[in-house]
């Protein structure tokens, strides 16, 4: 059974249509990532999945823990690094203080962040704020991760450090659903690639399948990227 | 008059000045949260009661809002109370018209609050009650700390309204000797402690926005 389900969902904003009956799955140890222009309903088909919207039809099933990446952070600017990735797992999962602890400085070690964990995010750059932000998705030990542009912020520096970390967490198996604007990391690091396009999804399948899709659509799209 | 004489025959205002000053924060900053929740509700009628109550405590003079406070459980009820009441009217009327000002401030400091902050806090699992008390909160009053602190040093100052309904704080002991010295000595005095007592009220309140000054 897939670890996530998605069968026929819509959404409307007053009149405008953003889903139109949207279905997809998410097995587990899968990476999906999620294309299309902007305004095809690729964040609004994650808020709907992540409860942050609710839809107007259709069925979301899942069952277990996510986290979600924004693209703008969204860090607790009153909370030094170590209490924005501590905190919820301590107050809300009522986990062992010091079982959270260790977790964090694990998770901040290996987003490189070891020397970080009384920082504020003020005091660091956009790429360690996005790293802390995974760092905090990831204590809540999710059975799904979602990423919502989580580039898009950063310049193509930092959005180099922030793949390389996403690139790791494919490797671990992390069960990822990724909306991105990165081409080349969706082609190299996605197992499965969804094209959205004005509320639906146009083309569907493998990295392969999708970059070779006959799709006017796909094809146009694509050709931005690489003309 | 001699001049400890006077300071001696103030004291016991500047004691009731300073009882004003305290009770009516004590109130007014928590009907203030519970007024800015009301004038921000999803439930219109609500909403609507508090702009209208907003709008008249800011929109009438706090002296005049003072002696109805005083009068109105005589004039409209009937009801005569004792002279105590003379001091619960002023921090009656005090609290009201402050946390009216207050309200509108924390509105303003919680409406500032990117709305990302409230999705995270969703996300990681925080219930409505904590996200805002550990997540908006905070935030919140880092942002209005330097118009509370305004309205703070305000009140100071307006204490001396409280001489319409004859307590015996400060100005109206003040006005008192200086009528009967035929002298301003103790209204000078009276200027003098209420500019003191802003001054230790901004420096406490500089304090606290440094200390809220270790993030941005």
């Known amino acids: 059974m897939s670890l996530l389900e998605v069968k026929n969902l819509k959404k409307s904003f007053d009149d405008n249509v953003v889903l139109k009956d949207i279905s997809l799955s998410v097995e587990k140890g899968e990476v999906l990532a999620i294309i299309g222009p902007s305004g095809s309903g690729k964040s609004t088909l994650l808020r709907c999945i992540t409860d942050l919207e609710t839809e107007d039809s259709g069925e979301i099933r899942f069952d277990g823990t996510f986290g979600l990446v924004f693209q703008n952070f969204n860090l607790f600017p009153h909370h030094s690094v170590m209490k924005n990735i501590t905190n919820a797992p301590i107050r809300v999962?009522?986990?062992?203080?010091?079982?959270?602890?260790?977790?964090?400085?694990?998770?901040?070690?290996?987003?490189?962040?070891?020397?970080?964990?009384?920082?504020?995010?003020?005091?660091?750059?956009?790429?360690?704020?996005?790293?802390?932000?995974?760092?905090?998705?990831?204590?809540?030990?999710?059975?799904?991760?979602f990423f919502d542009e989580p580039t898009s912020a950063l310049d193509p520096e930092l959005t180099g450090e922030i793949l390389t970390v996403m690139r790791d967490l494919a490797a671990e198996n992390m069960t990822m659903v990724i909306v991105t604007h990165e081409m080349a990391f969706a082609r190299n690091v996605a197992d499965e690639i969804i094209f959205m396009d004005d509320g639906v999804i146009v083309e569907q399948g493998t990295p392969d399948e999708v970059f070779s899709s006959d799709n006017k659509r796909m094809k146009e799209f694509l050709g931005k990227f690489y003309d | 008059m001699i001049l400890s004489n006077v300071i001696t025959q103030l004291l016991g205002g500047m004691v009731t000045s300073v009882e004003i000053f305290l009770l009516t924060l004590l109130f007014s900053l928590p009907l203030g949260l519970l007024i800015a929740g009301g004038r921000m509700s999803k439930f219109a009628p609500l909403r609507w009661l508090m702009k209208i109550y907003?709008?008249?405590?800011?929109?009438?003079?706090?002296?005049?809002?003072?002696?109805?406070?005083?009068?109105?459980?005589?004039?409209?009820?009937?009801?005569?109370?004792?002279?105590?009441?003379?001091?619960?009217?002023?921090?009656?009327?005090?609290?009201?018209?402050?946390?009216?000002?207050?309200?509108?401030?924390?509105?303003?400091?919680?409406?500032?609050?990117?709305?990302?902050?409230?999705?995270?806090?969703?996300?990681l699992g925080y219930s409505k009650i904590e996200t805002f008390f550990i997540i908006i909160m905070p935030q919140v009053f880092k942002v209005i700390l330097p118009s509370v602190t305004n309205e703070v040093i305000t009140l100071v100052k307006d204490t001396s309204l409280s001489f319409v309904i004859a307590i015996p704080e400060m100005f109206t002991v003040a006005k008192q000797i200086a009528a009967a010295d035929a002298s301003i000595a103790a209204l000078l005095v009276a200027g003098i402690f209420y500019y003191l007592f802003n001054i230790i009220v901004a420096f406490i309140m500089e304090h606290l926005e440094n200390r809220m000054n270790y993030y941005e």
């Open chain 1, 93 to 145: 999962q009522k986990r062992d203080k010091n079982e959270v602890f260790d977790h964090a400085r694990y998770l901040l070690k290996k987003m490189g962040l070891e020397d970080k964990e009384d920082a504020y995010p003020c005091e660091l750059s956009g790429g360690q704020q996005q790293r802390v932000s995974i760092a905090r998705a990831l204590a809540m030990n999710p059975d799904i991760l």
């Open chain 2, 54 to 123: 907003i709008s008249i405590m800011r929109g009438t003079p706090l002296m005049l809002q003072l002696i109805v406070v005083f009068f109105a459980p005589y004039y409209l009820f009937g009801i005569s109370l004792s002279s105590d009441y003379r001091f619960i009217a002023v921090i009656i009327a005090f609290t009201i018209n402050y946390a009216a000002y207050f309200a509108e401030i924390y509105r303003g400091g919680i409406e500032s609050i990117n709305s990302g902050q409230y999705e995270a806090a969703q996300v």
